[in-house]
């Protein structure tokens, strides 16, 4: 199937807001807990955010990247066959 460009852009969406939400949700709930068992509020709580936003970060780079490469292969290989068709188009 080739892919149009809605759907490389809706594959990038889907595969990098879980980055977001998934750290930020878990870093609250487990912010909080801590908080409460420890009576430290607000600190471990903005710790756990913290610690959490530098995970997501580093996903949200990481899978960026990899996003990249695979784009810029599917867009090599879509040339490539181009230019095949071209050339035996020729003779």
Same mark, same amino acid.
């Given at each position: 199937?080739?892919? %149009? @460009?809605?759907? *490389? =852009?809706?594959? $990038?969406?889907?595969?990098?807001?879980?980055?977001?939400?998934?750290? $930020?949700i878990?870093? $609250?709930? $487990? /912010?909080k807990?801590?908080?409460?068992?420890? /009576? @430290?509020?607000?600190?471990?709580?903005? @710790? %756990? *955010? /913290?610690?959490?936003?530098?995970?997501?970060?580093? /996903?949200?780079?990481?899978? =960026?990247?990899? +996003?990249?490469?695979? *784009?810029?292969? +599917?867009?090599?290989? +879509?040339?490539?066959?181009?230019?095949?068709?071209? @050339?035996?188009?020729?003779?």
């Amino acid at each position: 199937m080739k892919n %149009t @460009t809605w759907s *490389i =852009a809706l594959r $990038v969406l889907v595969n990098l807001s879980g980055w977001i939400a998934f750290p $930020v949700i878990i870093g $609250v709930i $487990v /912010g909080k807990w801590l908080d409460r068992r420890y /009576g @430290t509020e607000p600190w471990l709580f903005l @710790t %756990t *955010i /913290g610690v959490c936003f530098l995970f997501s970060m580093y /996903g949200l780079v990481i899978n =960026a990247l990899k +996003e990249f490469k695979k *784009i810029e292969r +599917e867009s090599q290989l +879509e040339n490539n066959q181009k230019k095949i068709v071209k @050339t035996i188009n020729k003779f």
